[in-house]
């Protein structure tokens, strides 16, 4: 807090020590009568004030309801005993925030930011012309938690204030207790409307007077309506706002703030509300003017009339006002000239209705509201108004219909707001309605909006306003042509669309789509999500709808027809060129149909991934919409032209339906091969999401139609996909069979490409079995061919699983290499889930290496991927490797953490290799952490694992680690049979684990024979 005029030249210094004596007497009593203590709190003197540090059991609800009450008590009571020297008038700011104690006293941050608060000129300015004597202040976090939740703080004396001291640039919001009528403005005050002569430029002339000699004439210079009692939010923006107006004043320019959006967003009560708040800094005039662009039955205000009821409401006869409009103009402008007056012009037409209205000189203020955007016209800032955010809308609808909401209804009351599209109009209609029904509940208004998804706009109206008629202005204004486009695109299954799909809906080319795009965005009927990409509001779409549903049906099912070709055959042209990659073993999408002109130009990869993940949502959302209404050849077209790309990217949940859906489709209409494709695809999916029965059950029924029908190309692929999901559940004899016969497929039918995949798929069981040396001969074998086609991603397959290889007989920098140059492959596509595969093979051999720092990132990395994914195996792959990492790092703790984790997952997933894998990893930990019997039994549940699913290596590290748990508890000869045991396996493997465990064997061998001489 801080003493206003503590320095003042007529205080003598007795009268100051009388100052601060009574500052900290006012203290101690207010705090007491508030229930506060001051004695708990630490006081920082400041000379003129004191900084006071409550602890955080004082509760910040009495700083906010009862603490201003008591100190303006206070302080009367000082004041009447006191002279006029000696009498205290305080400003004091409030702030909650981390204090940081020192030798010299405290900082922080929130300690800078009151100092800022209590500093700021328009705190300063407010006391000095309020004649209470308390001016509080206090942070927009702490208004925001504090003061508004708390009934008796009467949060509506509070008003935002910009706060620009030093480098601070925030908002406060101030208040004057024992004033709290007296705010207009933030920082300004009634009291302090008052003008001196350097408040005018010297060069602006005399005005003169055009007011009858013999009538007069009154002039009215307030004509703001009343501003809105339920104003909610708008922060931000109002804070921009007034931050501009104070800039423009001092830069001597006349400000021109246009206020721009939809029809219901709350262009005019924002512009009100700033207006009453900015009234102080125009004491001259302050004006509002209809200019009537979409109030309905009247058409938009000519300027020349403008102008007109301009002059007289300020007293000009009218007999003195001129006929043509630059006269008049001038006229208004000559009035203007010297004065501060601040006018509002609302619901614009165009920049050409606003320009003759704008004053000259300095001075002034102009806020201009608009539907739409008036680019032309020269303003010193634009605000394009959104609708509210959750808490604001919240507010607003709580606040008008006059209800309580209680926690539990929370997710209601977001339903309810959601379905009005956070449209302040809407909001405040619904909430009328609500409490215009005290029958109703919330319940009761959730579960009507849920029954109709057009109820909010059949339900909006009240008297002569609703959200339909204000749309609808919007609308009438439109030309016949753009009406026609409007309605058109609201048949979008998407979200969102650009022009090339606005064209196909609209059967128009695509300049004549993106003119129509920018009017519409420039009217706020669109809004535009990122360049050249625009969505509807949800009410302005379900408004659309209902004009649409004046087209015959006919033309509604040909314009959705035109759109669904369109996203069908501009997603096979991306396909083509992103299959040249990836999927090798999977079906193709059909060959590419007559392209629409309308369709965007692919030819580069970047083109086509880029493509893709931008339409990725409307491609979805037009594939529901095609299985919803029974068109099958949409639903596999669309299905086979994303499947690469969501096979890639994801999301695999909805792919698993969409390819279901395409199924089914191709089943419907007995189309055989398509149906096997998709289920295919199918299993190929429920294969990433780590769901392998399904996915073998998926496979198995593609494979039996592809035999069927004697499509050996299919049959392939399919084995090979079939191989992958058997090695996920440990079958690896039935995987070896398959990538087998679709080896000896491929070789028969000249297909390298599956040559190569089968090749590396059996190069895979080959490790598992223990069969190292076969292992990397059919890696590189698979290698020489894809080199040999060129194919990059094939090879980063190929040297991925060669790296794997490489590391298992200890060639640890050779996979290092490997998984790097695989890794940059799949970073370039944005595979994500071979990403994850290979940064955790990258780190396995970089903690086999010695460096477990950067296997913990790339574990890390590979983790954070699979989530973003859902590729729950490579989840249990990271978390597993990583343990191991972090144990060699000695953080056990984090280490048994994310053992845990994987155990968890694989135990789900039913994958025994990973299990046995795990608890390895686990037992090494415990045996580390001193704990040598625990880890002997994570080892032998190992052990049962690896030898139930035939996997050698699990099996060795098994054994090797009983043995080291055993040397511990004490038992040398059991020791040497298990590692003499794990040795014989690991020299079969030819595994990197073989000379360690013969060293070690080596070491022991002497010390046995000595005790067995000894006994």
């Given at each position: 807090m801080d003493v206003e005029g503590y320095g003042n030249e007529h205080r003598t210094n007795q009268h100051r020590l009388a100052v601060r004596h009574g500052m900290y007497e006012i203290l101690q009593v207010a705090f007491g009568r508030a229930g506060l203590s001051l004695d708990k709190c630490q006081l920082d003197d400041c000379g003129d004030g004191v900084m006071v540090l409550a602890p955080p059991d004082q509760p910040k609800s009495l700083f906010a309801e009862a603490l201003p009450g008591q100190l303006v008590a206070a302080l009367r009571e000082h004041n009447g005993k006191h002279a006029e020297e000696a009498r205290i008038r305080l400003r004091v700011a409030l702030h909650a925030g981390e204090i940081y104690p020192d030798d010299h006293g405290f900082a922080g941050a929130a300690i800078n930011l009151t100092f800022r608060l209590i500093d700021s000129t328009p705190v300063r300015n407010a006391l000095a012309g309020s004649p209470g004597v308390l001016a509080m202040v206090v942070s927009s976090w702490f208004f925001e938690e504090v003061i508004r939740h708390c009934a008796g703080a009467h949060a509506g004396s509070y008003r935002p204030l910009p706060v620009e001291v030093k480098e601070t640039s925030t908002t406060g919001w101030i208040c004057l207790p024992d004033q709290p009528l007296a705010i207009e403005a933030p920082g300004r005050y009634l009291v302090t409307s008052r003008r001196t002569a350097e408040d005018h430029p010297r060069s602006i002339p005399e005005q003169r007077s055009y007011a009858s000699p013999t009538r007069g004439r009154t002039s009215i210079t307030w004509t703001l309506p009343r501003d809105t009692a339920s104003f909610t939010g708008r922060t931000e923006e109002l804070t921009r706002l007034i931050k501009a107006a104070r800039e423009e004043v001092g830069r001597q320019v006349v400000g021109i703030q246009a206020i721009d959006g939809m029809a219901g967003i709350g262009k005019t009560s924002f512009a009100t509300h700033a207006a009453h708040l900015m009234a102080g800094r125009f004491p001259d005039a302050q004006l509002f003017l209809r200019l009537h662009a979409h109030t309905p039955g009247q058409t938009p205000v000519k300027s020349t009339d403008a102008l007109a009821s301009l002059l007289t409401t300020v007293g000009v006869d009218a007999q003195h006002i001129p006929a043509d409009l630059d006269a008049r103009a001038a006229m208004w402008r000559d009035w203007v000239a010297g004065k501060r007056v601040l006018l509002v012009l609302d619901d614009a037409d165009s920049h050409r209705q606003v320009e003759p209205l704008l004053p000259a000189t300095p001075g002034c203020l102009v806020?201009?509201?608009?539907?739409?955007?008036?680019?032309a016209l020269d303003t010193t800032i634009t605000l394009s108004l959104d609708t509210l955010p959750t808490r604001e809308a919240t507010d607003l609808f709580t606040s008008l219909s006059q209800r309580e909401v209680p926690g539990p209804q929370a997710d209601l009351l977001a339903d309810v707001i959601g379905?009005?599209?956070?449209?302040?109009?809407?909001?405040?209609?619904?909430?009328?309605?609500?409490?215009?029904?005290?029958?109703?509940?919330?319940e009761d208004l959730a579960s009507n909006l849920h029954e109709s998804h057009d109820w909010v706009i059949r339900q909006t109206h009240s008297e002569e306003v609703a959200v339909t008629a204000a749309f609808h202005l919007s609308y009438c204004n439109?030309?016949?042509s753009r009406q026609r486009f409007f309605r058109y695109i609201s048949l979008h299954p998407g979200t969102e669309f650009e022009v090339h799909s606005a064209a196909a809906l609209a059967d128009i080319p695509i300049a004549d789509a993106r003119l129509h795009l920018d009017s519409l965005y420039n009217d706020h009927l669109l809004n535009e999500t990122a360049r050249e990409r625009y969505r509807m509001h949800d009410l302005v779409r379900e408004y659309s709808r209902t004009l649409v549903e004046d087209e015959t049906a006919d033309d509604r099912e040909q314009a959705v027809q035109r759109l669904l070709d369109h996203y069908k055959n501009t997603a096979a042209t991306a396909d083509r060129i992103i299959t040249a990659e990836l999927m090798r073993d999977a079906p193709r999408a059909e060959p590419l149909e007559a392209s629409s002109p309308a369709a965007p130009a692919l030819s580069t990869r970047d083109d086509a991934w880029k493509w893709m993940h931008t339409e990725s949502a409307n491609l979805l959302a037009c594939a529901r919409y095609a299985a919803a209404r029974s068109l099958p050849e949409q639903v596999i077209g669309l299905a086979a032209a994303t499947a690469a790309f969501l096979?890639?990217?994801?999301?695999?949940?909805?792919a698993v339906v969409l390819h279901s859906d395409a199924a089914a489709a191709a089943q419907g209409i007995g189309d055989s091969?398509?149906?096997?494709?998709?289920?295919?695809?199918?299993?190929?999916?429920?294969?990433?999401?780590?769901?392998?029965?399904?996915?073998?059950?998926?496979?198995?029924?593609?494979?039996?139609?592809?035999?069927?029908?004697?499509?050996?190309?299919?049959?392939?692929?399919?084995?090979?996909?079939?191989?992958?999901?058997?090695?996920?559940?440990?079958?690896?004899?039935?995987?070896?069979?398959?990538?087998l016969e679709a080896l000896s497929l491929s070789r028969a039918l000249g297909d390298r490409i599956d040559e190569a995949c089968a090749l590396n798929g059996l190069g895979i069981i080959r490790l598992v079995n223990g069969d190292y040396t076969a292992a990397i001969s059919e890696h590189s074998k698979a290698l020489d061919?894809?080199?040999?086609?060129?194919?990059?991603i094939g090879q980063a397959d190929a040297v991925n699983e060669l790296g794997v290889a490489k590391r298992m007989t200890g060639d640890y920098i050779s996979a290092i290499e490997l998984h790097e140059r695989a890794l940059d492959v799949y970073r370039s596509l944005g595979d994500g889930f071979h990403q994850a595969l290979t940064l955790n093979n990258l780190g396995t051999a970089l903690r086999a290496k010695g460096e477990p720092g950067k296997a913990i990132g790339a574990h890390r990395e590979a983790l954070d991927i699979a989530k973003n994914f859902g590729d729950r195996i490579g989840q249990a792959i990271a978390l597993s490797e990583l343990g191991a990492a972090q144990a060699m790092t000695k953080n056990f703790s984090a280490a048994m953490?994310?053992?845990d984790r994987a155990l968890a997952l694989y135990r789900t997933l039913g994958q025994h290799l990973g299990v046995a894998e795990t608890l390895n990893h686990k037992g090494t930990l415990l045996l580390a952490s001193g704990r040598p019997t625990e880890a002997k039994a994570q080892h032998q549940m190992a052990l049962r694992e690896a030898r139930t699913i035939n996997t050698p290596i699990e099996e060795?590290?098994?054994?090797?680690?009983?043995?080291r748990c055993v040397a511990v508890l004490g038992d040398p000869a059991l020791t040497l049979d298990h590692f003499h045991e794990a040795l014989a396996i690991y020299e079969r493997l030819g595994a990197a684990e073989r000379f360690a465990i013969a060293e070690t064997i080596a070491d022991l061998a002497p010390a046995q024979r000595n005790s067995s001489l000894a006994d």
């Open positions: 806020l201009v509201t608009s539907r739409r955007r008036l680019t379905s009005c599209g956070h449209l302040p109009l809407a909001i405040s209609l619904l909430a009328g309605r609500l409490r215009d029904h005290p029958t109703w509940s919330l439109l030309q016949a096979d890639t990217v994801g999301p695999w949940d909805q091969l398509h149906t096997a494709d998709a289920l295919h695809r199918v299993g190929r999916v429920r294969h990433r999401m780590a769901e392998y029965s399904a996915a073998i059950s998926a496979l198995s029924g593609a494979y039996e139609i592809y035999c069927g029908l004697d499509h050996k190309l299919g049959q392939v692929g399919t084995l090979i996909q079939l191989g992958r999901a058997w090695r996920q559940t440990d079958e690896y004899s039935q995987a070896a069979d398959a990538y061919i894809y080199t040999t086609l060129g194919d990059h953490a994310s053992h060795a590290r098994a054994l090797a680690g009983i043995g």
